[in-house]
């Protein structure tokens, strides 16, 4: 590998590096639909000299660079998709939660370590990875049998100015078990003036939100419920409405915890609908799981932030409320060790807010620190 400072080459490429990033927010497509920002990517990863395969039946690409020894293969995973967002009148695809950044991050350190000649002491596979907003992206790569063969696994993800601020970084993100459930309510018509002659779904609704904000927890373990959607009625107001529909966000601390408030919600959920004789139907919808933490990926990836930001910049794992596909890798194959690197980017106001913003650097301390922690893990393997 040559001896040229990492620094030095992220000032010659800080252009490029912006100018890609801006080009994906600008193609932003949600989960599945990442057409463009596949045929990008590959284009990309061609021009690098690494062989690459796409998918016949969904977006996103796995590219394979080996090395000239035998060795561990260490994958790099980046998020591709976008939400579905009202951004100041206008509906359409918003990267409001970075994924247009990890994407791009993970892209420059590769073409970094191609161009500083580094060569892997065994088998680097880069994984961007659709779907993440939706849970399903990362189910659809383990049953491509993408990680089958992955010994280590590394992700990052920029975080809101409340947990990390720009020049902070942490070796690891302890994200919770999600759950969005999806429910529809049955009941029946009448007119508003003969309420008794109807079930009124609007008064399952209030019942159902009553009982689900009753659910209590363990609260020396986070965990939170709460209605999030309700579309109920039709455009006449003198009608008792039959139909209605709703969805209900889980969060919790553990994958246990997150079992339990699942099951007390649904009985929540069947109590408070059906008190007047209205019918219910419920879904799942979105299920991700808690993190798992590795101590040694986390050791690595701690050293790796200090070469970079030093240690006032580096900070202990970082517990979130919020949901990662991701962690679906190390469930599916516990052997794997995984970590996410929290990075942050002086982000806000926050993540999926339609207007979230960063600052640019963070890109550039994001391209050494997921560098460094490639080579580190290599290296430690080999040792």
Known sequence: MRTINQSIWIQNHRDQIEAT????????????????????????????????STFSDHTGLVATWRGNEEGPVVGIRADLDALWQNVDGIWKANHSCGHDAHA??????????????????????????????????AKAF???????????LLGIHVRPIQELTLKQAAPAIYHGATKVLKGKVKGVQAH????????????SIAAMIQAVNSVKMD??????????????????????????????????????AMELLEEKVRKAVFSGVCFNGAEVEIETTVSMVAAKSNNWMETVVHEAIEEVLGSEG?????????????HFYSVYRPEIKATMIGL???????????????DLLALHDGVQIIAKSLVKIFEKQEN
């Open 142 to 152: 383990i049953d491509k049998g993408v990680i089958d063969d992955v010994d280590y």
């Open 344 to 358: 942050g980017a002086n982000l806000t106001p926050g993540l999926h807010h339609p207007n979230m913003n960063f």
């Open 219 to 256: 609260p020396t373990i986070s965990s939170s419920a709460k209605v999030t959607m309700v579309q109920a009625g039709g455009k006449n107001m003198n009608i008792i409405p039959d139909e209605a529909v709703f969805g209900i966000d889980l969060r919790a601390e553990t994958n246990e």
């Open 21 to 52: 990033y801006y080009h994906l927010h600008s193609i932003a497509e949600c989960s599945f639909q990442e057409i463009e920002t596949t045929k990008f990517l590959c284009d990309q990863i061609e021009k690098m000299g690494i062989l690459y």
């Open 314 to 326: 580096t900070f202990p794992p970082i517990k979130t409320p919020g949901g990662e596909d991701f």
């Open 104 to 137: 791009t991050m993970v892209l420059y350190a590769i073409q970094m370590l191609k161009e500083l000649e580094y060569k892997p002491k065994g088998t680097l596979k880069v994984i961007f990875q659709p779907a993440e907003e939706t849970g399903k992206g």
């Open 192 to 203: 508003a003036a003969r309420p008794h002659l109807g079930i009124n779904v609007l008064d």
